[in-house]
């Protein structure tokens, strides 16, 4: 089945910068790659996906990349802001059925 | 219009006791997942469901079962309850389109087994 891995597992940056984190992913069958976003106390929220389709996909201050060839992808968010502090999770799944959640990236913002 | 509710939000079991997390949606999602968080860690999937009357094991489906009866309703059982089951459990559901698939997550149901 299915194995996602996430890294790094806590990152702390200055407000304003850049922050990027990377999963990779285990089935090349694989299609379907979302990003959740769960602050603290709260119910994780998407934030942004990509489909197997398309390299790159932005939202604002939010992109990921898609690197199908190394069964890996990235989400980047620049110009941190305090409110950004939270724990994120990647995913992936075949035809979107059965998402497999990545380990979690807890993202803290300095101002 | 409500979401994913789920029930109990605490609940402290002895080891050995069973219990039911209720889970309802009203959004008329055909999709319905069961996850479970440990401290400090990802979201694991226990059982999900496709569609009423059908369901398909996740990566950690011992000690657990569910049922789809009904579109809305996706309760989760635990038998024989284990420490190793103190967890926090999420029930979400979603609409599948072409191409993605949207989760929308309860509140959570904090379990402790003792």
């Known amino acids: 089945g299915e194995n996602v891995e996430q890294h790094p597992s806590t990152l702390s940056v200055q407000e304003g910068d850049s922050a990027v984190i990377k999963c990779t992913y285990s089935d090349s069958a694989s299609n379907y790659f979302p990003w959740y976003k769960q602050e603290l106390g709260k119910r994780p929220q998407l934030i942004i996906d990509i489909r197997s389709n398309v390299g790159e996909k932005k939202d604002q201050r939010i992109a990921v990349t898609l690197n199908k060839t190394a069964k890996h992808f990235s989400l980047h968010i620049t110009e941190t802001q305090p409110e950004d502090s939270a724990v994120y999770f990647c995913a992936a799944s075949y035809n979107t059925d059965k998402l497999i959640f990545g380990t979690g990236t807890r993202l803290q913002v300095f101002p | 219009n409500a979401g994913v509710t789920q029930t109990p939000k605490f609940r402290i079991l002895k080891i050995g006791q069973s219990m039911t997390l209720q889970c309802t949606q009203d959004m008329n999602h055909n999709y319905m997942y069961w996850y479970r968080q440990d401290p400090g860690m990802g979201l694991k999937l226990i059982y999900y469901?496709?569609?009423?009357?059908?369901?398909d094991k996740g990566e950690v489906p011992n000690g657990y079962n569910v049922s789809r009866s009904t579109t809305e309703d996706f309760p989760l059982r635990l038998e024989l309850a284990a420490p190793s089951q103190t967890s926090v459990y999420f029930c979400a559901s979603s609409r599948r389109v072409p191409g993605a698939n949207v989760l929308t997550f309860g509140a959570g149901s904090r379990l402790t087994v003792l």
């Open positions: 469901s496709v569609g009423a009357g059908i369901t």
